[in-house]
Nanobody, 124 residues
């Protein structure tokens, strides 16, 4: 099992940047693909970004974050990050990181371990 803890959320103004961090413990971190998801009030949780276990490729599921968000990982530190630039009010949500030991890192349903989330609020 993998334990995940997110941090780095907060209240910022539109146009600002934040970097979310997710610390992993438990089983070998480098065995897992990692993803970031978010859930806005009244909406379903959506897949934001993912990164291959080896860090060799990334995937962005939401068109509106492409070019503004960047996912990365440091397997030596058991960490995954989400750099968020040019934040918009519509980015307001609870952000979750999750781990996936499956074959494909782009499949939402394969993410089996979840953190508790960190709140990101973007004011206009």
């Amino acid at each position: 099992q993998v334990q995940l803890v997110e941090s780095g959320g907060g209240l910022v103004q539109a146009g600002s940047s934040l970097r979310l961090s997710c610390s992993a413990s438990g089983r070998t971190f480098s065995n897992y693909h990692m993803g970031w998801f978010r859930q806005a009030p009244g909406k379903e949780r959506e897949f934001v970004a993912a990164i291959h276990w080896g860090g060799v490729s990334t995937y962005y599921a939401v068109d509106s974050v492409k070019g503004r968000f960047a996912i990365s990982r440091d397997n030596a530190k058991n960490m995954v990050y989400l750099q968020m630039n040019s934040l918009k009010p519509e980015d307001t949500a609870v952000y979750y990181c999750a781990a996936n030991a499956g074959l494909y890192y782009t499949i939402y349903a394969d993410y089996e371990y979840w953190g508790r989330g960190t709140q990101v609020t973007v004011s206009s």
